[in-house]
């Protein structure tokens, strides 16, 4: 007793992504990844698919917080036009969600 986990894993049906129905089933998914973005708070720590990188196959992050966004490691833009952080070097669209994240990387030590 007294140890909390370090780590907390979720298993998630896999999504058709070809033929008849797919097109509803992308649908769902985007509007399921955008829920989860929404939800994450500071110190939540998220994988992102390195999009076939041989050196990198997984990115890890961790979400931080950012004063512009009172704090928060997410912002919403729920408005009808872009809104700009950063000197105009952080653009984040309409009904978008941003995910301030500090990235980890793999190091041969």
Do not use: C
Request: hydrophobic share 35%.
């Amino acid at each position: 007793g007294g140890q909390g986990l370090m780590y907390r894993f979720y298993k998630e049906p896999a999504r058709k992504v070809r033929g008849a129905g797919a097109s509803r089933t992308i649908t769902l998914d985007r509007r399921t990844r955008f829920d989860k973005a929404k939800s994450l708070a500071v110190g939540d720590w998220v994988i992102f698919d390195g999009n076939g990188d041989v050196d990198n196959p997984r990115w890890l992050g961790r979400v931080m917080s950012y004063a512009d966004w009172g704090g928060q490691g997410v912002e919403l833009n729920e408005s009808n036009r872009s809104k700009y952080y950063q000197n105009g070097h952080l653009e984040i669209g309409s009904n978008e969600v941003a995910i301030n994240l500090m990235w980890y990387e793999k190091i041969d030590v």
